[in-house]
């Protein structure tokens, strides 16, 4: 057993009660006792939190990372240390890399091999739910889920087949896993680089229209609805889809939705001046989508969020704008991400916390997210409202293509805790 920690002095935000009270959290390996707590028991460690805020581990349920293949994006070792700064101690790692995890082997081998290089964030793999993610045969998803994926996706690559997508649904409603899928139409969204709309064109550039997500998302809700599958609607980033989502939900479809954190605080006139960083998929879109996914977050419509951690290289990123490469890191922005809608908006802490915590885990059936005792101790202490202006050179990921960079943020994790364990001290 860890030794005991006893952290107090603290805030603690528990988004299972909705509630912010004063007291402390005592743990080892798991919590032992959360509240109002008398005397200190022999031994412990005691942390003064000083008013600081104390809130499970963050979970990330998207994640790129390099390794196998390419460690000169990211490998376990990088991103555990950006997770940790975070605030972060649970990930979802993304199939997409060389080779693609499509196979028990390479589920066992990040199973097996990302717990000595995180130290100590908890890495969990995803596993490819077609051959190759090329969106045609099915991967042995029994097989997958037996050696430790905890979800199916094709990353960035929609299935256009419907039967595939039928049949993989149907199909993992045997084992009760989850299947997520981005809703991107590939033929509307090919050759675009930017939200379609006014300032595309003001620019220049190749827009991929709101349409594009909301006929696949239609289509990925009735395939859902007919099988009985459990689909995650992965990365949603227009106002348009929400209505189909809140209609499935309604008529009972087992559908959940996330959303990337940049889509609730940047919209497309980040791009402006061509800032290749705020070049994403799906891409940032107009104020009216920011501001209508922050209030579906807000009302539960969309349950999780994610970083959407994606690290590119500087020589994917500075390039001219149609030829840079989509995505950006998130780990070690998550947190402040959301929090600018509390800062901003006044969401409350506990309701953003929960999609980054709660939600997560009981979507994935996992025993963190929770302030209860016997629960495993991935903690974190964070003073919400610490400015900071950020670097993204400063960022411990291998890459820095942050969409943040130069922006001034609030929110600032002072320590975080796996399994009891210190991970990260600021």
Partial sequence: ?????????????????SKVEDGGVLFSDVILDVGKIAGVPEGAEVVDADGACVAPG????????????????????????????????????????????????LVDFVSRRAPDRAGGVHILPAAALTKGLEGQLMTEIGLLSEAGAVLF????????DSRVLRRALSYATAFDVLV??????????????????????????????????????????????????????????????????????????NVVASVNVHHLVLNENDVAGYRTFAKLSPPLRSEDDRVALSEALSSGLIDVVVSGHDPRPAEDKRLPFEEAAFGAVGLET?????????????????????????????????????????????????????????????????????????????????????????IFSA
């Fill in 153 to 160: 996706t094709n990353g960035d690559r929609p299935i256009v």
């Fill in 58 to 105: 963050l979970i990330d349920m998207r994640v790129v990372i390099g390794e196998p293949g390419a460690e000169h994006k990211e490998t376990f070792k990088s991103a555990g240390r950006a997770a940790a700064a975070g605030g972060v101690t649970t990930l979802v790692m993304m199939p997409n890399t060389a080779p693609i995890i499509d196979d028990q082997s």
């Fill in 180 to 253: 997520a899928h981005r809703p991107e139409d590939p033929f509307l969204a090919d050759g675009g680089v930017m939200h379609e709309g006014e300032l595309a064109a003001r620019m220049g550039l190749p827009g991929i229209p709101a349409a594009a997500e909301t006929i696949m998302l239609e289509r990925d809700l009735a395939l859902a609805e007919l099988t009985g599958g459990r689909l995650l609607v992965d990365m949603l980033s227009t106002a348009r889809a929400l209505p189909a989502l809140r209609a499935a939900k309604q008529r009972g479809v």
């Fill in 334 to 422: 998550l947190l402040p991400g959301v929090l600018t809608l509390h800062h901003a908006n006044g969401a409350p802490l506990t309701t953003l916390l929960r999609a980054l915590t709660l939600r997560p885990a009981e979507i994935l059936k996992l025993p963190q997210g929770r302030l209860a005792k016997g629960a495993p101790a991935d903690l974190m202490i964070f003073d919400p409202g610490a400015p900071f202006r950020l670097d993204s050179d400063a960022l411990k990921s291998k890459s820095n293509n942050s969409p943040f960079d130069e922006k001034v943020l609030q929110g600032a994790v002072k320590r975080t805790f796996a399994s009891g364990k210190l």
């Fill in 1 to 17: 057993m860890t030794r005991p920690t006893l952290i107090t002095n603290a805030k603690i935000v528990d988004p299972a009660k």
